[in-house]
């Protein structure tokens, strides 16, 4: 059973920019030209060629915290790019950073491996606002020895970009701009208009980025719903379930308004919450 009707989606694509995860990750995926574009634009780097582009990669750990990456790359000389999109600044955390860059270094650190040929990893953010605080566009992050201000050289790169800083007149911020596009004739580069184009006007696009949004909703909603099980679980008794099956449905809403893309009027509905409950939970999570 569908969970959003086919007009609903196809306003919802109409609609929709590259600043929302969920169209950022299906935009890019397996498209090593646009990544490349961005990487270059973002890095300052013209050599830089991406020859694999992964979206929605998982990085799984038995005895720790998994992540699931927006956007995970590979160049041509190894080295390894992690772009996540974040509409606020809530999910683009110093800490948060500092684990993704630390989970990639595990997986790319094969068994028995020297530690000399783990590759240059970068962790870049891009998010509306300025989530640093300098009032600053663009900050690139590398560690630095105390005193002597020279570069440590561990490989370790952490990049940070707010769109709306981003002065239009350059390179950066005629990117920011499209990532802000609903619009593909808006758009100043001409391989991110193509693509944007595909999935907006064209009726394969559409039916691909269709049946992708309904995937992504169905996993929000299977994700959320199991969780919210095993906390009931946990507590093992009647009044356990029952709080479980309200942390359920707040759950849900809060996975789905946290995507960005669903109607508020539609989380409601689906959920069984209010829309002033379904207000609230915005509110406490995009303040």
């Given amino acids: 059973m569908e969970l959003i009707s086919k007009k609903e989606k196809m306003d919802i694509i109409r609609d929709i920019t590259l600043e929302d995860d969920f169209f950022f990750s299906k935009f890019l995926d397996g498209s090593n030209e646009c990544v490349s574009l961005m990487l270059r634009i973002i890095l300052g780097r013209n050599d830089l060629k991406v020859t694999k582009a992964e979206t929605q990669k998982w990085m799984q750990s038995v005895l720790s915290h998994s992540v699931r990456l927006d956007v995970y790359a590979t160049d041509r000389d190894g080295n390894l790019y992690d772009i996540e999109i974040q509409k606020d600044n809530n999910g683009a955390s110093a800490r948060r950073a500092r684990y993704y860059s630390a989970m990639i270094d595990a ?102 980025m269709s049946n992708a949004f309904e995937d992504a909703m169905q996993r929000i909603v299977k994700e959320a719903t199991q969780k919210a099980r095993e906390e009931s679980l946990k507590e093992g008794k009647a009044d356990g379930l029952e709080k479980g099956r309200t942390e359920g449905r707040q759950e849900v809403a809060r996975s789905m308004v946290a995507d960005g893309s669903i109607p508020l009027s539609k989380i409601a509905k689906f959920s069984g919450l209010t829309l002033g409950e379904v207000e609230s939970i915005k509110k406490s999570i995009q303040p």
């Avoid at 606002?129 to 690139?140: C, F, P, T, V």
């Avoid at 201000?149 to 981003?166: C, E, N, Q, R």
């Avoid at 005629?174 to 580069?189: K, T």
């Fill in 107 to 208: 997986a790319a650190l094969g068994k028995g491996a020297e530690y000399s040929s783990l590759p240059e990893t970068y962790v870049i953010f891009l998010t509306r606002e300025d989530a640093i605080g300098h009032g600053k566009a663009l900050y690139r992050i590398d560690r630095y020895l105390d005193g002597v201000w020279k570069p440590f050289g561990d490989g370790t790169h952490i990049v940070y970009v707010s769109s709306m800083l981003a002065d239009e007149k350059t390179e950066l911020g005629r990117l920011m701009h499209d990532l802000r596009c609903a619009n593909p004739a808006e758009m100043h580069y001409n391989v991110l208009r193509e693509r944007l184009a595909y999935f907006k006007e064209i009726t394969e696009g559409i039916e691909e």
